[in-house]
């Protein structure tokens, strides 16, 4: 792998790791289905650029959800998991942050609880796999993916929804979730998971999709995840 910059400018890259900080801090972010996390990746970390933490940012090449890995890297979910807790212990973090966007968020949080993360922060989380019921509940966006991720027998059917992945286990790791409350499916996604303890909803009232983005342009987007890092997060609701 190159540099943290060039490998976040290489589609091909499944990752880009800065460990240049003085830090005990660790975030790691989860691309979505276009390898971003709908911004270019070293837009984001623009945003994060004056934090003095270390930094991990994962894509899914497959555009799977992860459950093939990574490519070169890491084999399937497991091995992901495994991957990032040696990445976790080498550096020595005492405190990890997760974060990721769409099919992304839904990684941040499967990931963050497997490795009981101090704080997951997500945005426009997709929070099942499985294609009926995203037909049920109108939301048929990026079907082919879908369907590729629903069918790898080789993953348990509990991890493709989150509801299941949290319900099984007791963790601390708190989770805080960023949706549109004007987007339908993304509302619909997010409230869901609504009643497990450890999940905070913030509800915003524009962006669509594209949160991210929207939270960017506003400035807001440095203000959350500084909360996240800096231990600040309020635990009321948005």
């Not at 830090?23 to 623009?46: C, D, H, K, Q, Y």
């Not at 003095?52 to 894509?59: E, H």
């Not at 949080?109 to 509940?137: D, H, M, Q, Y």
């Amino acid at each position: 792998m190159g540099g943290f910059e060039s490998d976040l400018r290489d589609r091909t890259a499944p990752v880009a790791q800065d460990f240049s900080a003085d830090s005990r801090t660790l975030l790691i972010v989860f691309g979505g289905g276009a390898g971003g996390v709908n911004i270019p990746p070293f837009e984001f970390f623009r945003v994060t650029a004056a934090f003095p933490v270390n930094k991990v940012f994962l894509r899914d090449l497959d555009y799977v959800y992860y459950q093939r890995g990574l490519r070169g890297v890491a084999a399937g979910m497991d091995g992901v998991t495994a991957y990032l807790r040696r990445t976790i212990a080498a550096q020595k973090s005492e405190r990890t942050v997760f974060v990721g966007n769409s099919m992304g968020a839904h990684a941040a949080i499967f990931f963050g609880w497997a490795l009981e993360a101090t704080r997951v922060v997500v945005f426009a989380c997709r929070s099942f796999v499985n294609p009926l019921k995203r037909a049920l509940g109108g939301d048929m966006r990026t079907l082919p993916l879908q369907l590729r991720a629903y069918w790898n027998r080789s993953v348990p059917s509990r991890c493709l929804d989150l509801r299941n992945v949290l319900a099984a286990d007791a963790r601390r790791t708190e989770i805080h979730l960023h949706f549109d409350a004007n987007h339908r499916l993304d509302r619909m996604h997010a409230r869901r998971l609504q009643e497990f303890p450890n999940v905070v909803l913030h509800e915003h009232r524009a962006g669509g999709h594209a949160l991210v983005r929207h939270l960017r342009d506003r400035g807001e987007l440095e203000v959350i995840l500084r909360a996240a890092l800096e231990g600040n997060v309020s635990n009321t609701p948005r």
